[in-house]
């Protein structure tokens, strides 16, 4: 170690990466929590519809078929009635397909550890565009490990931290200028597009002009790739797969959602369940109209993904892991609000977190949750209404 002019010794300087990497802990008592809370039985969760259809794929059979399904699962120790069916669109099984040569708990500890990673990962990508030099990492580090639905999707092993993953790495590559790679994290992204639907609205109103194109094309190039292999496994695939959401129902299953609210309360079908995403979308058309010559996908993505979260006909808790972006984004503003509305925003934003783990813990289910997705967009437009403080209040502050 160096020593100093005067004989003092420099202080010990931690390299960055092990602080972050570090910060990471502070997820897990919150897993534990949730893992505790669900109490599941053999450690089978969630992912076993990701490894079933794997194994299934492998085998040539239908990944979307129930009784298949079911017959895995009862060898891996599930014990409902009803089998936990991948709804995710037919060219994921070309990445859950590796799945299926490893046994249930290898591949479980597999993917908990692929999840986790991507995580850790987009929460670097999203640090470094909104909040370098604006807001402390351990301030970023704390925000990370207090948002729940990360934990819940990591804990029930769901493929959200992948989709989180894919909208980080596009933001970080289409701020970077590099097209082709940003169009290529969009593939993860299209597991769940129900969550994002306003981002694929705007990528295509993006894609209008031709020097936009690059992104979409390569999208359209890595699924047209995965949809030939998994069509080369299983030739019915894509019929199997529109069976299981016309016939089995699933896009019209209430779930925990503003469109599911109305639809429960008011005893209406399903056009009542869609109806705040046919208002959204018109909502992106105006927006897109103010914004479009100063569009810059880094700044209008994370109010997009607080809006199509919070009016997606169909949702559960853990898609929202996709809201991480916001997150991100009111940290950077917060460098730049005044004291009072930071404390403000903090303490929002811990309460609405620990509310979740209380009804988690509590064993609470579906709708209790609906309000969730509403408090973050409204979190968001707190801290993008406080970055616009007056400046004279700021100075008063500083005063």
């Known amino acids: 170690m160096r020593l100093c002019g005067k004989g003092k010794r420099s202080p010990m300087r931690v390299p960055r990466w092990a602080k972050q990497i570090s910060s990471t802990v502070l997820i897990f008592p919150l897993l534990g929590a949730v893992q505790n809370a669900r109490a599941p039985n053999n450690n089978v969760n969630d992912f076993i519809a990701y490894w079933t259809a794997g194994r299934l794929v492998l085998q040539g059979e239908n990944p979307y078929s129930q009784a298949a399904a079911l017959r895995l699962e009862r060898e891996a120790g599930f014990t409902q009635a009803e089998p936990l069916i991948m709804r995710n669109p037919p060219w994921t099984s070309v990445l859950v397909m590796p799945l299926g040569f490893l046994s249930y708990a290898v591949a479980q500890r597999l993917w908990f550890a692929v999840c986790l990673v991507a995580v850790f990962v987009s929460a670097l990508w999203l640090r470094r565009l909104y909040c370098d030099g604006r807001s402390s990492p351990w301030i970023a580090c704390v925000a990370l490990g207090m948002f729940s639905p990360i934990s819940v999707a990591l804990a029930i092993g769901q493929i959200s931290p ?73 030739r019915s695939i894509f019929s199997h797969y529109f069976e299981l959401l016309s016939v089995a129902g699933v896009v019209r299953e209430l779930t925990p959602t503003i469109g599911g ?4 309360w008011l005893g209406a079908g399903y056009l009542a369940q869609a109806l705040p995403a046919v208002l959204a979308l018109v909502w992106l058309v105006l927006y897109w109209s103010v914004n479009r010559v100063s569009w810059t996908w880094k700044e209008q993505t994370p109010l997009m993904l607080a809006v199509s979260v919070a009016t997606s006909p169909y949702g559960w808790l853990f898609d929202q892991v996709v809201v991480l972006p916001c997150v991100f984004q009111s940290l950077g503003w917060s460098g730049r609000s005044v004291r009072p509305v930071q404390v403000c925003i903090a303490c929002l934003y811990v309460a609405v977190n620990v509310a979740i783990l209380a009804l988690i813990v509590t064993h609470h289910t579906t709708f209790w949750y609906a309000w969730v997705a509403p408090a973050w967009l409204f979190l968001f437009v707190v801290s993008a209404v406080g970055e616009r403080v007056p400046s004279s209040m700021k100075g008063a502050e500083r005063s």
């Open 162 to 234: 992948l989709v989180l993953l894919g909208i980080a790495g596009f933001l970080y590559f289409e701020d970077a200028g590099k097209h082709g790679w940003a169009g290529v994290f969009l593939f993860p992204v299209t597991f769940k597009p129900h969550v994002v639907f306003l981002f694929y609205a705007a990528l295509m109103l993006w894609s209008i002009r031709p020097r936009n194109l690059r992104p979409v094309l390569s999208l359209c190039s890595v699924i047209g790739v995965a949809s030939a292999i998994a069509v080369m496994l299983d």
């Open 261 to 264: 609210a109305l639809r429960l």
